[in-house]
């Protein structure tokens, strides 16, 4: 799937690698990247040219920050576009008048 380049730098971005069993976080605010391997709690930064990084970003799944922080049982497939869908969808409905 990958991460699209247009993503990066307007908002946080969360990718999980499965091949390698890590996760990365883009940080928007800092402009910096985050490595989280699965089975380790702490994360380190990484550059904008490691290797991993770039895989990830090419091959990885994007992430939900809950399912990063551990926080969220669904892990796999979020996409972050679905977020603004949802949102328009429900600007769109009215509640129906009780005339």
């Known amino acids: 799937m990958g ?11 969360y990718v999980k690698y ?6 990365f976080r883009y940080d928007a605010a800092n402009q910096k990247f985050f490595r989280k391997f699965i089975s380790e709690s702490k994360e380190t ?5 490691n290797r991993l990084l770039n ?8 992430i939900d920050p ?5 926080t969220e049982n669904s892990e796999k497939g979020f ?11 429900e600007e769109g409905e009215e509640e129906p008048d009780g005339d």
């Open 3 to 13: 991460v699209p380049n247009s993503q990066l730098g307007q908002d946080d971005v």
């Open 18 to 23: 499965d091949y390698e069993d890590v996760m």
């Open 45 to 49: 930064e990484v550059p904008y040219d």
């Open 55 to 62: 895989d990830a970003l090419r091959f990885g799944d994007c």
């Open 66 to 70: 809950g399912a990063y922080h551990g």
């Open 79 to 89: 996409d972050p576009d679905e977020l603004d869908k949802e949102d328009e969808e």
